[in-house]
């Protein structure tokens, strides 16, 4: 088929959705798509931009690629010139684009007001991820000269983009100014009410608030840093400055060949998104639909699907816009929708104020009071998407009733209550009947589901705690039965153990479970009570619930020999150490290996051997290093301060200390951490599921992250702490962790399942808000005070190291199912494994060993 | 509608080390274990903890025997026939539905003592012994 060529001008996130929504609909393959961007990189989400300073990469932000024979993605070449009679484009590069048709996607340059020294060096706009490395890095120098004190930045511009802004200059270490003129932060979505306490709540927040004035000059210091001078006469001293004063579409490209543009700007279209020109189309924040622009994602995803309908023989037509916003800003909720103002004619409002609990709810009703216009919440935004569904509708109680506190009367607004055309994700435009539909036809049974076929919040995420309300409206539960003999879940079990300090399996499963146990809830219990009851492993009843790996204070390997770890704290060894390690392996005949983890991992031991192994291992001041329990493995580290030319701090003191704390605290699931001396983060400890790096004034915590099947990168969760609350913040983490999980559920997906994720996390270990701290910090001091070495007391217990035998009747005959063979130097348990061994000739390598020189050791089992 | 998690289904990841990321490997035929008459002694009653299993070399073959809480007796080839590994004595021995099992260590698969039947497959089935206590000592015959 003869495709048609459309050009798209700009790979923001509209021109992106536009591609997607084409591909989608022109199942013809009719169309042809050459994408010319401005930028070096693939679109990405600008929403989520702020979060590139605290844990996300470039890459967690670039949106899905495009690999499709039909578009072609031209990055680093905007467009610079049109020919609307030609229908060509020419190119930075010089190239001339031929089109069918032209969709203007160019979204929208930030707004700099004309203030003298706005062209200084460490002035910053902030709407790429270019602006934010620059930020970085000029933040970064400016904490790393600081000295004692804290250095601050100043944003121009108070509204929803300026607040993420400040809260991003704290977060890279710098002390946030925030200069608004209105008389109010954020004065397009909030009112006087709910801007005064916006204000107080980010002044708590570490933020400092000039509103009604405006910004006169901008100018360097003698010291290389800025003073910035606002209308009030006030001289605040800078590191940085960031406006964020608004934006502007960028149309100049449309201007300058003669497309009409809106009275305030914007390429004017109609319903369509069609320009002046017939051929020409404009979508996003770069166009002016019937003179009006918007400065939103939704609306522009709306503007992406009008077009790639009408180019596909539809007849798409983007009518009205949902306006709501909610300020994604850390631990401040704010969340306006709707004709928030009450501009409607006739509108009443109904307000709560509450200065003492620290919230502001306001709603817009019709006249009538029955039906929801628009409303703002500040403090607690947690009604913020099921009230947003009511817009337009009738409203299920009495206003006052649906923003009362809890326990006021309060009717709340239940998911039930919403109308099927209720819109729960704004961003891609789903409604509760679309919600509804994918649960009811089988299609979605998770909210990971749901997103996949719904589109439902994938984008700024705000919708998705109510999408997991709607798929529990639907009736559909995952039944949290640990297993058939406890329909409890892990942690319903773990409150009830706690609870009444039951200290064994039996009285456990007789008072609370059914049958005998097995495999799933045995060790589960096994591994609470261990956190609870305190007590050697194998003690009593508590040996044969634990899995074989617990049972043998080993790893099982697939020919059932065990591997066997020692602990190297941090992993620092002493030569001495790595002498006495490898004359074991040698004696032994085992297998050594480095773990990813910073320590030495030796395979191939038997049964048998393993009470003699680590004898040798106690004796060279060895303990045990736990690889073998759901529990916290290492704590890896760089060499920070104490050699490495960037540390600033001791990462590997912190690192000896931590894995001296946690060490044997079992868990729901396997625990690693690391600590890294600065910023370069050698030690990957964002990988782990309790993370630090070092900080010019402290540490910068991170949670929940790990590698494996689902690679994630830890969330942070407070920066600069002194090392005291950092060992208090983790200590919480942990027990509340280990109270609170699923069985096998590592942190990372138990923070996504907490309802408010890792702020509702903050909350309760940060400022007690369950009232559990003390007993959590108490918990963990139990542990700390606990600990006993496993494998010393074992060796010290007759009892206990009788079971470390092949054969009960023929102790010391070895078992004769297990042999190794010797693969290219490689000791390895006999009868490979499908798919070994590498072909090494096939890499040029020609069948030589990959060890080089001297083989690895192996010595006959001892 | 209630998706029910199959909670005997062990999801990826929910054992440690190698083993639990290697592919389940094809269950082979169990060994035969060589028939023969008379018992062989394993150990003493009090040594056999309620609930886990030892390993015995009966007639030069490794044989598992567990006692269940209710103190009864089993014995079943060690060898697990899904890893041809030598290790179904170490597994958790409970019960599924009523029936007394041990899991495997390695890939977690169950298999009913009484019977040796896997319950993931039945047509996978592991050799099972006859077991005796005589003066206090657990002994196994052969099959
Ligand atoms: C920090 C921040 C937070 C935000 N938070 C939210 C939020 O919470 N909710 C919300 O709805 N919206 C939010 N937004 C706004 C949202 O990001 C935008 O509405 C959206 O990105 C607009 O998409 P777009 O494709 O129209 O423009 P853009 O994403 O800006 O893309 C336009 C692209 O076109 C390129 N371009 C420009 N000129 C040319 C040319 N001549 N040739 C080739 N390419 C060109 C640009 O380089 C750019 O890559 C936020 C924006 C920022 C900056
Ligand atoms: S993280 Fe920093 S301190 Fe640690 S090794 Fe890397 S550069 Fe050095
Ligand atoms: S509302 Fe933004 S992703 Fe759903």
Redesign the interface.
């Given at each position: 088929m003869n495709a048609r060529t459309v050009v798209v001008v700009g790979h923001g996130m509209v021109g992106h959705r536009f591609v997607e929504s084409l591909r989608r609909l022109d199942t013809d393959d009719a169309w042809k798509i050459v994408v010319l961007a401005e930028e070096n990189r693939p679109a990405y989400d600008r929403v989520a931009l702020s979060s590139y300073v605290g844990d996300a990469s470039a890459e967690d932000l670039t949106l899905d690629e495009h690999s499709d024979p039909l578009v072609e993605l031209h990055l680093d070449e905007p467009v610079t010139a049109v020919d609307l009679a030609a229908r060509t484009v020419r190119t930075a590069k010089g190239r001339d684009v031929a089109y069918d048709e032209l969709v203007v996607a160019t979204g929208s340059v930030p707004f700099v007001p004309p203030v003298p020294g706005r062209d200084l060096d460490n002035v910053f706009v902030y709407r790429t991820l270019e602006d934010l490395d620059g930020l970085r890095a000029a933040a970064e120098k400016a904490v790393s000269t600081a000295g004692a004190g804290r250095r601050a930045g100043v944003v121009v511009g108070g509204g929803l983009l300026g607040l993420e802004a400040a809260n991003a200059l704290r977060q890279l270490g710098l002390s946030p100014h925030v200069v608004e003129m209105a008389p109010r932060l954020m004065p397009v979505q909030v009112d006087e009410g709910g801007g005064a306490l916006l204000a107080r709540l980010v002044s708590e927040l570490g933020l400092r608030v000039h509103t009604g004035v405006s910004t006169s000059s901008i100018a360097k210091d003698h010291r290389g840093g800025l003073t910035v001078t606002l209308s009030d006469g006030t001289e605040l001293d800078a590191s940085v400055v960031v406006f964020s004063a608004g934006i502007r579409p960028a149309d100049s490209l449309a201007r300058e060949v003669g497309l009409e543009v809106g009275e305030r700007g914007g390429v004017l279209v109609d319903e369509r998104c069609r320009t002046s020109d017939e051929h020409v189309w404009a979508i996003g924040e770069v166009a002016a639909v019937k003179g009006r622009t918007y400065g939103l994602v939704a609306p522009g995803y709306a503007m992406a699907e009008v077009v790639a309908e009408r180019l596909t023989g539809g007849d798409g037509r983007f009518t009205e816009a949902d306006l709501s916003t909610k300020l994604k800003l850390l631990g401040v909720d704010v969340a306006s929708f709707g004709d928030a103002h009450a501009a409607t004619a006739g509108a009443l409002e109904v307000t709560l104020n509450d200065p003492v609990a620290g919230t502001y709810s306001k709603l817009v009703v019709s006249d009538d009071a029955q039906t929801l216009l628009g409303g703002i919440l500040v403090g607690d935004a947690s009604n913020y998407e099921t009230l947003r569904g009511f817009l337009g509708e009738k409203l299920p109680g009495d206003p006052m009733s649906l923003i009362a506190p809890a326990g006021d009367g309060a009717v709340g607004v239940g998911i039930d209550a919403l109308p099927d055309g209720a819109q729960i994700c704004s961003c891609n435009a789903v409604t509760k009947g679309a919600l509804v539909a994918a649960i009811a036809s089988g299609e979605a049974t998770t909210v990971p589901q749901l997103k996949a076929c719904t589109r439902a919040g994938t984008t700024c995420g705000s919708c998705v705690p109510t999408l997991g309300k709607v798929l529990a409206s639907c009736g559909v539960e995952v039944s949290k039965a640990l297993c058939e003999h406890f329909s409890q879940s892990r942690a319903e079990l773990y409150e009830i153990v706690m609870a009444t300090g039951l200290q064994t399996f039996s009285e456990i499963i007789g008072q609370y479970g059914t049958g005998r146990g097995c495999d799933i809830c045995k060790p589960a219990v096994a591994s609470m009570l261990a956190t609870l009851a305190g007590g050697h492993v194998l003690d009593g009843e508590s040996a044969v619930l634990q899995d074989t790996n617990d049972h043998f204070l080993a790893n099982m390997q697939r020919n059932g020999t065990y591997s066997v770890v020692p602990r190297l704290p941090g992993g620092e060894v002493t030569p001495e150490g790595l002498i006495a390690i490898g004359s074991v392996a040698k004696d032994f005949g085992l297998y050594t290996k480095i773990t990813g983890g910073q320590r030495i991992d030796m395979f191939g031991a038997r049964v048998d051997d393993l009470p003699k192994i680590w004898q040798r291992l106690v004796d060279a001041g060895f303990e045990s290093g736990h690889a073998y329990g759901k529990s916290l493995r290492t704590v890896k580290s760089c060499v920070g301060t104490d050699w490495c030319r960037y540390g600033v701090q001791d990462s590997v003191g912190l690192a000896v200390a931590l894995e001296l704390r946690y060490r044997g605290l079992r868990s729901p699931h396997k625990l690693k951490s690391g600590v890294s001396g600065c910023a370069r983060e050698c030690a990957e400890a964002r990988s782990k599921d309790f993370g630090i790096i070092a900080t010019e004034t402290g540490w910068n915590l991170y949670l929940g992250g790990n590698g494996g099947f689902t690679p994630r990168h830890a969330e942070l969760i407070a920066s600069d702490l002194d090392t005291t609350t950092l060992v208090r913040t983790i200590d919480r983490f942990l027990m509340f962790y280990i109270r609170t999980a699923d069985r096998l559920q590592r942190t990372a997906p138990w923070i996504e399942a907490l309802e408010g994720g890792i702020d509702h996390l903050r909350d309760v270990i940060m400022e007690d808000s369950l009232g559990i701290c003390a007993s959590l910090d108490e918990q963990m001091a139990r542990h700390v005070e606990g600990y006993a070495d496993e494998w010393a007391a074992v060796l010290a217990d007759p009892d206990k190291l009788e079971r470390f035998t092949s054969f009960v009747n023929a102790p010391g005959t070895p078992d004769p199912t297990i042999e190794f063979v010797d693969h290219l130097g490689r000791r390895v348990p006999a009868g490979m494994k499908d798919g070994q061994p590498t072909d090494l000739a096939a890499l040029g390598l020609g069948g030589v060993p990959i060890t080089d020189g001297a083989r690895i050791p192996m010595g006959a089992p001892a | 509608?209630?998706?029910?998690?199959d909670?005997?289904q062990h999801?990826?990841?929910?054992?440690?080390?190698?083993?639990s990321k290697?592919?389940q490997?094809t269950p082979a035929t169990p060994a035969a274990p060589p028939s023969g008459t008379g018992w062989?002694?394993?150990?003493p009653l009090a040594?056999l903890?309620?609930?886990?299993g030892?390993?015995?070399?009966v007639d030069?073959e490794?044989v598992a025997?567990f006692r269940?809480?209710d103190d009864r007796l089993f014995a079943l080839h060690n060898?697990d026939p899904f890893?041809?590994?030598?290790?179904l004595s170490?597994?958790?021995?409970?019960?599924?539905?009523?029936t007394?099992?041990v899991?495997s260590?390695?890939h977690?698969q169950?298999f009913a003592l009484e019977s040796g039947v896997a319950l993931e497959d039945s047509d996978v089935v592991v050799a099972t012994y006859p077991v005796r206590v005589v003066d206090g000592t657990v002994e196994v015959g052969s099959p």
């Open positions: - | 509608m209630t998706a029910q998690a909670v005997r999801p990826s990841g929910s054992t440690d080390g190698a083993e290697d592919p490997p062989t002694a394993v150990c040594k903890q309620p609930e886990r030892v390993c015995a070399l030069g490794p025997v269940t809480h060898v890893s041809r590994a030598s290790v170490r597994g958790i021995v409970g019960d599924l539905g009523g007394a099992v899991a260590p390695l977690k169950h």
